[in-house]
């Protein structure tokens, strides 16, 4: 009886040991917040696929350092308290080391509070520059959208090279919207450009005839149209049916290729900044970001029979980041912050350089000037 009490022991400390040395650890838990239905479903649901993507390579390689990681995905619906709801309970219920999110610059405006009083990293997809500014009130929040300032720089570079000077803005009323009509205004003196006309259109108008009259009746040179659900493809469209023959100037909102199909022919030769995954192909081959543009291209196309947009180059750049962040302090928050303040990263939005008082880290060198010919986005080559 002794003997067997001995032999069962040794048997129950070698499963004891085997268990140790085999258990996988612990995965690493991190929350997304996007708005994959909606009116800004065309930023949502490439986002959604895309951080699938990855995390379905990165745990098919192994993990990080053996770590899994396992998404928890939240829709948004692009609407501010769906976005704090679901900001919530990926950190008190889901105990996620950093949010990737939300998709609007409204609905990041909305969950910064939260973000910022449980101290987890919140990577907004989103452009509006007030998402990371100021610094000192905005020490968790990260951004991997290109400011919507530099995107106005971009324009109005191009707009002045070309002797612009007067021009009429239509902006939606969202956040992304009229955080782009506060840039175009402040900006517009820098470069000696009058705005003589200043209209708005909410998310869900179906005709802006109105408010383009008044443009061509200001004497504006061209138009900027400023928004981010599928309305914007309406203005081109009553553009042409107005005649009015003028340069249309389209925000980096614009930089899904579906925006320009809803707009039809009339989407011809609308002028907009955006970023190199929208001309991949055409990047030079020694550009730095040429490998990592052509990699996500391919992977994503493949995989969803769809075509990439900066959208989803958003969701790309944030989960290469933390996974890259992960991999060197593991899931501690407060670590993780502080480590993407030191990163340098080239990814798809363009080449991020962090620090403690810049949480963007992009200018507008991140953006080239695109147009629509034949119904496909090229690059403006002069």
Not at 150 to 157: E, L, P, Q, S, T
Not at 182 to 188: G, R, T
Not at 264 to 274: N, R
Request: with cysteine; charged share 25%.
């Amino acid at each position: 009886m002794k003997k067997s009490i001995i032999v069962m022991c040794v048997i129950a400390c070698f499963v004891l040991s085997a268990t140790a040395v085999y258990a996988e650890p612990e995965p690493y838990h991190v929350g997304c917040a996007f708005a994959v239905t909606g009116k800004a479903s065309w930023l949502g649901e490439p986002e959604r696929n895309t951080a699938r993507m990855v995390a379905d390579e990165i745990n098919a390689n192994g993990g990080i350092n053996g770590h899994k990681i396992v998404l928890h995905i939240e829709d948004t619906q692009g609407e501010n308290t769906r976005a704090v709801n679901a900001v919530k309970k990926l950190i008190k219920k889901h105990n996620v080391c950093a949010v990737i999110g939300p998709s609007r610059s409204g609905t990041s405006l909305a969950t910064i509070p939260i973000a910022e009083k449980e101290q987890v990293p919140l990577l907004s997809c989103a452009a509006a520059a007030k998402i990371t500014n100021p610094p000192e009130e905005r020490r968790w929040i990260f951004k991997m959208g290109q400011n919507d300032s530099d995107a106005v720089r971009k324009i109005y570079d191009h707009m002045t090279a070309r002797d612009i000077s007067k021009v009429g803005i239509i902006t939606g009323t969202t956040g992304f919207g009229a955080a782009g009509r506060e840039q175009l205004k402040a900006l517009s003196g820098d470069y000696g450009i009058e705005i003589a006309a200043d209209e708005t259109y909410s998310p869900g108008a179906t005709d802006m005839t109105a408010q383009l009259i008044r443009v061509r009746n200001s004497g504006a040179q061209a138009i900027v149209n400023w928004s981010i659900v599928p309305a914007q493809s309406i203005v081109p469209r009553n553009v042409k049916q107005l005649g009015l023959d003028m340069p249309l100037y389209q925000s980096h909102g614009f930089a899904n290729i579906k925006y320009a199909e809803a707009a039809g022919e009339a989407a011809e030769g609308s002028i907009f900044p955006a970023g190199r995954i929208m001309a991949a192909k055409s990047v030079p081959a020694d550009h730095p970001q040429k490998d990592v543009l052509m990699a996500y291209k391919k992977a994503y196309e493949a995989k969803f029979d769809d075509q990439v947009t900066t959208f989803g180059g958003h969701a790309y750049d944030a989960m290469h980041l933390i996974a890259k962040t992960l991999k060197k302090v593991g899931d501690d928050p407060a670590k993780i912050r502080d480590e993407l303040e030191q990163t340098r990263f080239v990814g798809i939005g363009g080449i991020f350089e962090f620090s403690p008082t810049d949480h963007c880290g992009l200018d507008k060198t991140a953006f080239e000037m695109l147009t629509v010919k034949d119904g496909k986005f090229v690059v403006i080559k002069d």
